[in-house]
Nanobody
Framework: QVQLVESGGGLVQAGGSLRLSCATS???????????MGWYRQAAGKQRELVAS???????NIADSVKGRFTISRDNAKNTVYLQMNSLKPEDTGVYYC??????????WGQGTQVTVSD
C-alpha cells in the first residue's frame, strides 16, 4: 500500500516562501523513479487542481498561475518530491497534495499540508 505524506505547509505572509515535501512509502525506488509526480492544491470550495508536475526525466511543468514563483523537484533516492514556493500570494492558500500524474494513476490521497498566505 503506497502512502503519500506531505509536509512543510504553514502560515506565511504574502511575499514569503515555503518548501513542501512529499515522501512516498510502500513503493520501491525503481517504481517511484518511473512515475511523473505532481503537486495539487485545493482551495476552499474549489476543485483540486494540478499546479506542478515533474517527469521521470526531471522535466517540470508549471501551471500558469504559479509560473515563475513555484519550482518542483524530486529526489528519486529518497522517493520524495518537493515544491519550492516563493512570492506567495493569498490566492495560493489551500491544502497541497502530491500524487502521480495523470489522474488514472492516482494513489490514495495523503492528508495534505495546509498553506495559508495572509495579506
Amino acid at each position: 500500500q503506497v502512502q503519500l505524506v506531505e509536509s512543510g505547509g504553514g502560515l506565511v505572509q504574502a511575499g514569503g516562501s515555503l518548501r513542501l515535501s512529499c515522501a512516498t512509502s510502500g513503493t520501491s525506488v525503481i517504481v517511484f523513479r518511473i512515475n511523473t509526480m505532481g503537486w495539487y492544491r485545493q482551495a476552499a470550495g474549489k476543485q483540486r487542481e494540478l499546479v506542478a508536475s515533474i517527469t521521470t526525466g526531471d522535466s517540470p511543468n508549471i501551471a500558469d498561475s504559479v509560473k515563475g514563483r513555484f519550482t518542483i523537484s524530486r529526489d528519486n533516492a529518497k522517493n520524495t518530491v518537493y515544491l519550492q514556493m516563493n512570492s506567495l500570494k493569498p490566492e495560493d492558500t489551500g491544502v497541497y497534495y502530491c500524487n502521480r500524474v495523470p489522474s488514472a494513476l492516482w494513489y490514495a490521497w495523503g492528508q495534505g499540508t495546509q498553506v495559508t498566505v495572509s495579506d
